[in-house]
């Protein structure tokens, strides 16, 4: 930080020339503040407005400036309404909501066929879903998350495991997945949001919160590769493609570490770069 130094005469005579600094100094510095209290991309990775009838945002923005709403409904998105005769929306009382318990702005999966067998997954997705205790379709307890899932059996228990996805590099230690069978598995999820709610101090959602998740920017098909995903999506979500987008440029999903084809394999690497990605584009 800079420092200023001042006579008692010269401060006198200059008072509102130091006031006037004091103040652009406090200035600057919330600027500074607020930027680094936001995602390094927080100029082009965007929320949009809220939605009056269901209480989500109308879209995220990613890095890329992809722009996608809840996909509901449909052949190429994940969650349906409940009657889809009639309009989406989210009532203070559950009985009379119409919508689905989560949603999603977009998600991509990949799952590893392994020698040995068990499942290799991996979630990823920028989600909806209702935080009360109960978990309810209630107007006010909407939230919004980046989620990263990884989940692997079939393991050496206490090996050590690297897994590198799109959004990123883990290292996990297998832990006994209580089967009785001296079985590993890894566990995994993160979320990063909005808190559930309903929260006395700080009712509601923060939608903005999501966007501190790793999940930017979005995958979509890779367009070197046929088929082009459905007119108005990134993809879709019953097909698996080969997917761009990651930060790392790696668009793969692999496990690397003793026995990663499954327990007993001697197969030490797996890997997949088939997704299956939702998203519907605004």
């Not at 680094?36 to 890329?64: E, F, I, M």
């Not at 509901?72 to 009532?91: E, H, M, N, Q, S």
């Not at 997917?243 to 692999?254: E, I, M, Q």
Request: glycine share 12%; aromatic share 10%; net charge neutral.
């Amino acid at each position: 930080m800079t420092q200023y130094a001042t006579s008692g005469k010269k401060m006198a005579g200059d008072r509102a020339v130091w006031l006037a600094v004091a103040v652009a100094l406090v200035l600057a510095l919330a600027a500074l503040f607020a930027t680094l209290a936001q995602p390094a991309d927080a100029a082009v990775a965007k929320v949009g407005p809220t939605n009056a009838a269901n209480g989500y945002p109308n879209w995220y923005q990613d890095s890329n400036r992809v722009r996608l709403g809840l996909c509901i409904g449909g052949r190429f998105c994940l969650a349906t309404l409940p009657d889809p005769t009639k309009p989406g929306v989210v009532a203070a009382n559950p009985a009379a909501s119409n919508f689905p318990d989560e949603s999603f702005w977009w998600a991509g999966e990949a799952s590893i066929d392994r020698p040995g067998g068990g499942r290799a997954l991996l979630v990823l997705a920028r989600e909806a879903a209702f935080g009360g205790s109960d978990e309810a379709v209630r107007d006010g307890d909407q939230v919004s998350f980046s989620r990263v899932r990884i989940r692997v059996s079939n393991l050496r228990v206490g090996a050590t495991y690297t897994v590198t996805h799109p959004y990123g590099v883990d290292t996990f230690v297998a832990e006994n997945d209580g089967t009785g069978t001296n079985t590993g598995e890894i566990n995994f999820t993160e979320d990063v949001g909005c808190a559930l709610s309903p929260n006395p101090a700080s009712p509601g959602c923060n939608f903005g919160d999501a966007l501190f998740g790793r999940v930017d920017p979005f995958l979509v098909w890779n367009p070197a590769v046929s088929p082009a995903p459905p007119a108005g999506y990134v993809g879709n979500p019953n097909v698996g493609h080969r997917v761009v987008g990651s930060p790392n440029n790696t668009n793969f999903f692999r496990i690397t570490g003793p026995d990663a084809g499954g327990k007993g394999t001697g197969v030490n690497t797996v890997q997949t770069s088939r997704f299956f990605v939702q998203g519907k584009l605004r």
